[in-house]
Nanobody
Framework: QVQLVESGGGLVQPGGSLRVSCAASGTIFMSIYTMGWYRQAPGKQRELVAAITSGGTTNYADSVKGRFTISRDSAKNTVYLQMNSLKPEDTAVYYC???????????WGQGTQVTVSS
């Protein structure tokens, strides 16, 4: 079982930047997890924003390509999502996900609110 704690959300103006973090604990075998960021806006389904494998391969939703960057610090068991050129449509609760490539089990954080508004 992996525990995930997100931080760094908040209110930012359009065009601004924000970095959210996800600290993982509960296992030393983080190398078997693909880490991802999902988001869910009011009235919409949760969607994948970005993911990164233990080997560093990344995947992004088309809507955030070129603006968001996902990274992971294996020594700190932490995953980051750097968000630049934010738009009002990026407003959502952002959730950290740890997907076990060994068992297929998904672990979720509690979410952090990101609001892009002037």
């Amino acid at each position: 079982q992996v525990q995930l704690v997100e931080s760094g959300g908040g209110l930012v103006q359009p065009g601004g930047s924000l970095r959210v973090s996800c600290a993982a604990s509960g296992t030393i075998f983080m190398s078997i997890y693909t880490m991802g960021w999902y988001r869910q806006a009011p009235g919409k389904q949760r969607e994948l924003v970005a993911a990164i494998t233990s080997g560093g391969t990344t995947n992004y939703a088309d809507s955030v390509k070129g603006r968001f960057t996902i990274s992971r610090d294996s020594a700190k068991n932490t995953v980051y999502l750097q968000m630049n050129s934010l738009k009002p449509e990026d407003t959502a609760v952002y959730y950290c996900n740890a997907h076990s490539t060994l068992t297929g089990v998904d672990n979720w954080g509690q979410g952090t609110q990101v609001t892009v508004s002037s």
